[in-house]
């Protein structure tokens, strides 16, 4: 974990540091609009791709609009996921992540049509929903993503649940989890994917 934890860092400063420069940063326009993308982003990152079966916890948090979701239903429902860790004053992993999940659905074409993106926030006491609300409007992220919050001990939970609690937000890990359906295990992304080579493990897990 220390190795992949140096190489994630390094491919963050060397391959995506200028993405990590710019934290509110919404993506280019036209890949929502369903035109080009923009610039290419860069291949090559560091990250180890596995299958694993966790248990939701089934606890309710509160989306960006303040109403309550209950996660089991919500991960362990029929639609296709992608999940993964953030918050909203990170200045290093998130941005990268962030902007990856919001490119991810433009490149995979009619497979996204109903994808949900969750992403819940590591840092509940200071990410509200009206703080996650205006984090969700800066990145451009659409009607298919949320972003949660909730009690401390039920997002701990969460965490570690899904095998990546770190007391200390500061030195969390960069990990994306995709579930392409309801009765396949989850795909486990740990490091720094590009949205490319996220869809290229997701629709290898579709199949």
């Known amino acids: 974990m220390h190795t992949l934890n140096f190489l994630a860092r390094l491919a963050l400063c060397t391959a995506l540091g200028a993405a990590a420069a710019l934290p509110f940063a919404p993506p280019p326009a036209q890949a929502h609009e369903g035109q080009p993308h923009g610039a290419a982003w860069p291949g090559g990152n560091r990250y180890e791709r596995g299958l694993r079966s966790y248990s939701v916890p089934d606890v309710t948090l509160k989306d960006a609009e303040g109403r309550p979701v209950r996660l089991k239903a919500l991960l362990e429902g ?4 992608m999940l993964n860790f953030i918050f909203a004053t990170c ?11 919001a490119d991810v659905p433009p490149r995979m074409g009619a497979a996204a049509k109903d994808l949900r ?3 819940i926030t590591i840092d509940p006491e200071n990410d509200t929903p009206a703080t996650l609300k205006a984090y969700a409007k800066n990145v451009g992220a659409g009607a298919n993503w949320s972003f949660l919050t909730g009690r401390a001990e039920d997002i701990a939970r969460v965490q570690r649940a899904f095998d990546t609690y770190n007391a200390d937000k500061m030195a969390h890990e960069p990990v994306t989890f995709m579930r392409p359906a309801r009765s396949r295990a989850w795909i486990r992304i740990q490091g720094f994917a590009n949205p490319d080579e996220l869809v290229r ?3 290898k897990g579709a199949v």
């Open 117 to 119: 993106l969750v992403s």
């Open 78 to 81: 029929d639609a296709p996921l």
């Open 201 to 203: 493990e997701y629709m």
């Open 91 to 101: 200045n290093t992993i998130c941005p990268v992540t962030v902007r990856v999940f």
